[in-house]
């Protein structure tokens, strides 16, 4: 991560935003019937996010979250969700047969 980038990291003010993406998050996955990844893609996004700069894990207190948009693991089981990077790393998954 460059000095530009971590003018875009979430600092602990930033719990506004925070939820913001959370609540969008979650509107966009209801809207589309709260559909969910497979065990082995929700494996590949964390795989993809523990090799990122953005991720944080504390050790101590088994929190895991991105520090670009402040998303928990959780939001790595959302089918509606995808990575916040331009590009992004993982994208959503579409249930269409």
């Known amino acids: 991560m460059d000095e530009n980038d971590k003018n875009d990291e979430l600092k602990p003010d930033d719990l506004g935003q925070v939820a913001k993406n959370f609540i969008g998050?979650?509107?966009?996955?209801?809207?589309?019937g709260r559909p969910v990844v497979t065990k082995q893609v929700w494996n590949e996004r964390l795989s993809?996010?523990?090799?990122?700069?953005?991720?944080q894990e504390i050790a101590k207190t088994k929190i895991a979250r991105c520090r670009k948009c402040g998303c928990s693991t959780a939001k790595l089981l959302l089918a509606t969700s995808k990575c916040p990077l331009n590009p992004p790393k993982w994208d959503v998954v579409s249930n269409k047969s």
Do not use: E, G, P, T
Not at 25 to 32: F, G, I
Not at 48 to 55: E, L, Q, V
């Open 25 to 32: 998050a979650m509107k966009n996955w209801q809207a589309a």
């Open 48 to 55: 993809i996010c523990r090799s990122c700069d953005w991720w």
